[in-house]
């Protein structure tokens, strides 16, 4: 017999706990728009399309604001050097009359401005190139505020590319789903660049289950 038939009192309380933090945050959290970390209010939620498709990727996905940078960085925190340059992603997926892309030298970081996100958000990706002669490799980390207010700094894996442009890898954000249970609403992308330089463009994220 197991711990959880031996204890049913002990399970019911630990659903009844589950389901008050729940309902607590519903009540905390009003609007997926709120803000994050003092940044911009999450935006762009309805503007979804499908960059990726051509490599088998047939799932909806909204762009980060500000993630095609071709009006500069605005929401976005950058140092170490970042900055947006003259260069598009090759694919020209977001439109075909864009012309810049972020460059992230060694040790730089970019922060994202927040974006929408609610259950059922799996995937970010992004296109990426190594700009520089060394290996190195492109550190992401997702940013979320739990529900107590807290910042949480989640590893999303590391990158690594050629110096061909490229989609990335999927973006996992299976444990950020886990906190969106507990009210976070928005979630921002932190990207450092270790060991040598990248470039970035068309940032995105998959808002909705499409599979």
Not at 3 to 27: C, D, E, K, N
Not at 78 to 104: C, I, P, Q, W
Not at 178 to 207: E, I, N
Request: net charge neutral; proline share 5%; hydrophobic share 40%.
């Amino acid at each position: 017999m197991t711990t959880a038939a031996r204890h049913p009192r002990l399970l019911a309380y630990a659903f009844a706990v589950i389901g008050l933090l729940v309902a607590f945050a519903m009540m905390v959290s009003p609007s997926a728009e709120a803000g994050l970390i003092g940044t911009a209010p999450a935006s762009g939620c309805d503007e979804i399309s499908q960059p990726f498709a051509r490599w088998g990727d047939s799932n909806n996905y909204l762009l980060v604001p500000g993630g095609s940078f071709e009006s500069g960085t605005p929401g976005w925190s950058l140092s170490g050097g970042a900055a947006t340059l003259a260069g598009n992603e090759s694919f020209y997926v977001h439109s075909s009359r864009d012309k810049r892309s972020l460059y992230l030298p060694s040790g730089s970081t970019a922060l994202s401005p927040t974006v929408c996100f609610g259950l059922g958000d799996w995937h970010s990706r992004l296109f990426v190139r190594n700009a520089g002669s060394g290996q190195g490799s492109l550190k992401v980390d997702v940013v979320t505020k739990s529900l107590l207010g807290l910042v949480s700094i989640l590893d999303g894996g590391s990158i690594s590319a050629s110096g061909v442009w490229a989609p990335s890898p999927r973006i996992g954000l299976t444990f950020t789903n886990l906190c969106s249970l507990l009210g976070v609403k928005a979630v921002a992308f932190r990207f450092r660049a270790q060991g040598g330089s990248f470039q970035v463009d068309d940032v995105y994220l998959d808002p909705w289950k499409s599979f």
